[in-house]
């Protein structure tokens, strides 16, 4: 290698070293891991993002207009369906579950407390043609949308012409779905060193690593795998989880594991809602062994905390919810929509 | 060589006209029957590949419209075989929901597990113990281990413009104990099963 040619190289290793330590710290959030999904760009701004905000919120999306996907994912739940153990939807109809909370969903490769859903752009075909959600069909939604000329305006606004079709739909619904991001808690505060715990979330913090960071693991907490923890199986709903999807012997009783993000916002927990309190959550892991024999459970040994150890794994819990996300009004109910809902 | 367009029908009995429903026989009928078809290529010394990637076949619908695929710029002298998918690949499944003949409009994508229906049949047999004798197959999932999608690979035999491609309905309801397997609606080892005995009912007219 030539001198000159030396030179060059420990050039361009100088400038590429400095541009990277710059992106390092333009981007605060450097622990949290790139996602699967594209997030899109300027969410308040985004067309795209915005459309499908408003389909998110109209009850055009159910058969007889009535409910939306708003009615079980609430903004200030984190858009979970607080208060209630199973959703429910159109006609009062009662489903098998708990709707989940939606927040970081890019991070996600599959969705449903099951996997169900392999891709995002096709999650909302799920609740829309349920016949306990919103009893609808793509088909007859995409009819109604269609002969609204407030729609047609709005889909002539994003894509340059009035076209409605499935995948137009889906794609916004997803986008805006994609946009809601929750990394604003005081967990992450204090990972960007704006903020520091208390004593007793600090006590916390090392009571959640030792104990429950394997499955709710940081950041993200959960590695959104398919897990037994235990659980049995409601004599009336039946629920089997992941084995209805694969119909493999050994994913029997396996659920998603759901982040532990928004925690107070989020009860009641687990797939049916049977937990209204983190307490009863904490009981269940301290003796979920005496129930369920045979069964491979995906828990090393049963958590056992004293009473104080269990108040200080709580309020560490608590770092995680994200006011800042729960309370923005770019994720509730869009204006142009009351407007218009008005104006009829 | 001249370069001409090839057509390719799919029929299940030669020159027949479809009927809704379609009789098979004096006790069983079919009420739908539609399939996807994808990555077609025809083989000679060249490779001939068809234009658009997946094909809805459906027999309830116009023939020209939906079983019926051109290709373009082949060596009619140079056709030696066909190789086809029977439903839709993985990554096609991973990549979404799709557009044209993969928009889910079609009834051929699962809502309440995502992915494509592969094959669907549906119709009335004196066998079927289900209620009005009817039965409903619908054949798909592409995660393993039960994946439905196969590989059609048949022999071309004469030179032809016109490439006939038929579903031996018979020898498919013939293999089925309707008695007992009236209703297929999710992957399955049974659906894996009868996807494979699916693809071996294509032929060359």
């Known amino acids: ?344 | 060589m001249q370069k001409a367009q090839v057509q390719l029908e799919f029929c299940l009995i030669s020159d027949s006209v479809i009927h809704t429903p379609f009789r098979i026989n004096e006790t069983d009928s079919l009420t739908k029957f539609k399939f996807y078809i994808s990555h077609i290529e025809i083989k000679g010394k060249n490779k001939y590949v068809s234009e658009k990637e997946h094909h809805l076949v459906d027999f309830h619908k116009n023939k020209h419209t939906s079983r019926v695929i051109k290709l373009n710029n082949v060596d009619p002298s140079d056709l030696l075989e066909i190789e086809f998918l029977l439903g839709i690949d993985s990554k096609t499944c991973n990549d979404g929901v799709g557009e044209g003949a993969l928009d889910p409009i079609h009834g051929m994508y699962w809502t309440w597990q995502s992915g494509y229906i592969n094959f669907k049949m549906e119709g009335v047999s004196k066998n079927s113990s289900a209620k009005k004798n009817r039965f409903q197959l619908h054949l798909g999932g592409f995660r393993k281990p039960y994946s439905s999608t196969q590989k059609v690979n048949l022999t071309l035999e004469k030179e032809s413009s016109k490439i006939q491609l038929c579903f031996d309905v018979n020898k498919f309801i013939s293999v089925i104990d309707f008695n007992n397997q009236h209703t297929i609606m999710s992957p399955s080892k049974e659906s894996v099963r009868l996807a494979k005995i699916a693809q071996s009912c294509f032929y060359v007219n």
């Open chain 1, 1 to 344: 290698m030539s001198i000159k040619n030396l030179f060059l190289f420990g050039g361009t290793l100088l400038v590429f070293s400095f541009y990277w330590l710059d992106c390092f710290h333009q981007s605060p959030k450097y622990y949290i891991p790139k996602p699967n999904y594209k997030l899109p760009v300027n969410p308040e701004q985004n067309d795209t993002v915005q459309l499908g905000r408003m389909l998110f919120y109209d009850n055009i999306l159910s058969a007889n207009n009535e409910v939306s996907c708003a009615s079980c994912h609430n903004s200030y739940n984190a858009f979970a369906h607080t208060d209630h153990d199973l959703s429910h939807g159109i006609y009062d109809s009662i489903g098998n579950r708990n709707a989940p909370a939606l927040f970081n969903l890019a991070w996600q490769k599959e969705f449903m407390w099951d996997g169900a859903i392999h891709h995002i752009e096709a999650q909302a075909l799920a609740p829309l043609h349920d016949s306990r959600e919103l009893g609808s069909s793509i088909e007859e939604l995409l009819i109604k949308l269609r002969s609204s000329s407030f729609y047609r305006n709005e889909f002539f606004k994003v894509y340059g012409d009035s076209l409605i079709n499935s995948k137009r739909v889906l794609q916004s619904l997803s986008s805006f779905e994609l946009s809601l991001i929750s990394f604003n808690s005081k967990y992450d505060r204090v990972k960007q060193q704006k903020e520091v715990f208390t004593k007793q979330e600090k006590q916390g913090y090392l009571l959640f690593q030792n104990h429950c960071n394997r499955c709710h693991t940081e950041p993200l907490f959960s590695n959104f795998e398919y897990l037994d923890n235990g659980l049995t199986v409601d004599p009336f709903l039946q629920d089997f989880g992941r084995f209805l999807i694969t119909n493999v012997e050994k994913d029997k009783y396996k659920f998603k594991v759901p982040s532990l993000r928004n925690i107070s916002y989020t009860y009641p927990y687990m797939h049916d809602g049977r937990f209204l309190k983190l307490n009863e959550v904490l009981d269940h892991y301290e003796g979920f062994q005496k129930i369920n024999q045979g069964r491979i459970i995906n828990l090393e040994k049963p958590i056992k905390l004293s009473f104080n150890e269990r108040a200080d794994l709580i309020s560490f819990l608590f770092t995680l919810n994200d006011e800042h996300f729960v309370f923005n009004q770019n994720h509730a109910f869009p204006n142009r929509l009351k407007e218009e809902l008005i104006k009829d």
